[in-house]
């Protein structure tokens, strides 16, 4: 499934993805953002897994000392070049999320927001071991979901971009309980509460799960490490 945000979903598409959002995602997607710089200190290097073409990174590289993206999509991460090359404390790599080329303890913040915990398609117990590997004592992991309050807005949202051509046909007697499938084999699930403290519950840290603005679920993450 990570292919297809390589091949059919990155870059220009992925961006258009999020163009075309509606008044009440796009409320959703600034409130995610809001969210995360809160959280966020002046002198801080902050991590964004699955950045994409970099949506978020001005945002965060206006609050933050340093700002790393990372994304498994070249193409994705040649245009961020272009969009963020006038943003001098902000850095692109392409990246396995799950390999992160980054020693224990060293970033302040790691940012997984826009349900990449799901969309990532990856083992996401292994996915929050990682994150929290390469965070500082006292630093914290963010990672998003969708509300189910907020379902029938992602739903549309998907529907408008397969209309568009940029995902498949979406399955609506499939697509229920959090779970959005495409006639073309692409997935969009959904983490909730008692999933992310099933996640995190062998996981020596401070975890707070919170509903922001009833769309975004977030799971925050303060390891404690020795």
Known sequence: MSDYYRQKLSATRLKQAYDMAPPRTRQYLEAEVNHVLDKIGADDTVLDL??????????LAQKA???????I???????????????ANCFLFQMDALQLAFSDNSLDVVVCIQNGISAFH???????EESIRVVKPGGLALFSSYSEKFWDERLDWFRRQSEAGLLGEIDLEKSRDGLIVCRDGFTATTVGPELFQALTADIAADVIIAEVDESSLF????PHHL
Request: aromatic share 2%.
């Open 73 to 87: 999509s070249l193409d994705s991460l040649l245009l961020g070049q272009e969009l963020l090359v006038d943003i």
């Open 50 to 59: 699955g950045c994409g073409y970099g949506r978020i990174l001005p945002s």
């Open 65 to 71: 000392r340093r700002v790393i993206g990372i994304d």
């Open 219 to 222: 799971c925050e993450i303060s």
């Open 122 to 128: 990856v083992d996401q117990h292994s996915l929050i």
